[in-house]
């Protein structure tokens, strides 16, 4: 039986992936909808898999089937998910990795204090 992480925990894991880690400047246009409805289909948690029809990630996101499938594409490529089943036609699982911090992504950024 998995751990539950508190909810800061949580909150914090994404922080981390999308700001600390430097992925939100490497997702482009509408790819952050999906990977949000990604995540929250999971329970917000990393090194978790999520089954998903492409039509719930449609309807979760409101956006075009290309548009979904051209943002999945950009999270595999980034390594942000990972497609585990390849069945055309199928429900799919999606594995939601905890990738290392992206290159180059402190370049740039300091903490002001409060």
Do not use: H, N
């Not at 894991?13 to 482009?28: E, I, M, P």
């Not at 942000?80 to 740039?108: M, N």
Request: charged share 20%.
């Amino acid at each position: 039986m998995p751990a539950t992480m508190p909810q800061a925990t949580q909150q914090d894991w994404v922080k981390t992936v999308l700001f600390d880690r430097g992925y939100l400047a490497r997702l482009r246009g509408e790819a952050i909808k999906v990977y949000l409805a990604i995540i929250e289909a999971s329970g917000g948690l990393p090194d978790r898999s999520v089954t998903m029809s492409l039509g719930r990630l449609m309807s979760r996101t409101q956006l075009s089937c290309p548009t979904v499938i051209g943002c999945l594409a950009r999270l595999e490529e980034l390594g942000l998910v990972v497609s585990t089943t390849r069945q055309r036609g199928k429900v799919k699982t999606y594995y939601i990795s905890d990738p290392p911090g992206a290159e180059g992504a402190d370049e740039g950024w300091s903490v002001v204090g409060p």
